[in-house]
T-cell receptor
Framework: NAGVTQTPKFRILKIGQSMTLQCTQD?????MYWYRQDPGMGLKLIYY???????DKGEVPNGYNVSRSTTEDFPLRLELAAPSQTSVYFC?????????????FGEGSRLTVL | RKEVEQDPGPFNVPEGATVAFNCTYS??????FFWYRQDCRKEPKLLMS???SGNEDGRFTAQLNRASQYISLLIRDSKLSDSATYLC????????FGTGTRLQVFP
């Protein structure tokens, strides 16, 4: 099993550009999440999904969008990139509802906006 | 007061030492507690869940003190491979990640 796979691992964007971070999991987990991690800060939840077709905002959703058309895939879209979106992004999935069991993370995507 | 607070460290300890980290949380209604390990430039991975009665996994012991609202992680007989950042994670009305405590084990 590959677990949670994210692409790309690294990306440099110019201000105003858009891009999609891809995330796929092969564990048949219903729950999927996008987090960002900034230096000296805890992981912050951007968006989450409790199943195909259902998504909801986390703590820091502004400037992002998600979709969940299948159980496996949960892409994160950045519209009009800003320097404040420079961060490391982690996709995660879980079998149990968030906070009650283990989160499985992808390897992360390092995004720089210049 | 921060929702979850950890000493950032670094804790520099020699191999074989015992080291302990604490993590305080502000929401007294928090129900689930975890320790995750994060290696440099890698993703977090679950180290252990923290149960009310405390739990042990090999050299690692986790404890919960609800009265004082903190959880702890004790590492005995430290190995070089224990060098990492340890994230405290608390679930109250939402899942909160601490900023982590960095541990550096030296030979």
């Amino acid at each position: 099993n590959a677990g949670v796979t994210q692409t790309p691992k690294f990306r440099i964007l110019k201000i105003g550009q858009s891009m999609t971070l891809q995330c796929t999991q092969d564990m048949n987990h219903n729950y999927m999440y996008w987090y960002r991690q900034d230096p000296g800060m805890g992981l912050k939840l951007i968006y989450y999904s409790v199943g195909a077709g259902i998504t909801d905002k986390g703590e820091v959703p502004n400037g992002y969008n998600v979709s969940r058309s299948t159980t496996e895939d949960f892409p994160l879209r950045l519209e009009l990139a800003a320097p404040s979106q420079t961060s490391v992004y982690f996709c995660a999935s879980s079998y149990w509802v968030m906070g009650t069991g283990e989160l499985f993370f992808g390897e992360g995507s390092r995004l720089t906006v210049l | 007061r921060k929702e979850v607070e950890q000493d950032p460290g670094p804790f520099n300890v020699p191999e074989g030492a015992t080291v302990a980290f604490n993590c305080t949380y502000s929401n007294s209604a928090s129900q689930s507690f975890f320790w995750y390990r994060q290696d440099c430039r890698k993703e977090p991975k679950l180290l252990m869940s923290v149960y009310s009665s405390g739990n042990e996994d090999g050299r690692f012991t986790a404890q919960l003190n609800r009265a004082s609202q903190y959880i702890s992680l004790l590492i005995r007989d430290s190995k070089l491979s224990d060098s990492a950042t340890y994230l405290c994670v608390v679930n109250g009305d939402k899942l909160i990640f601490g900023t982590g405590t960095r541990l550096q084990v030296f030979p």
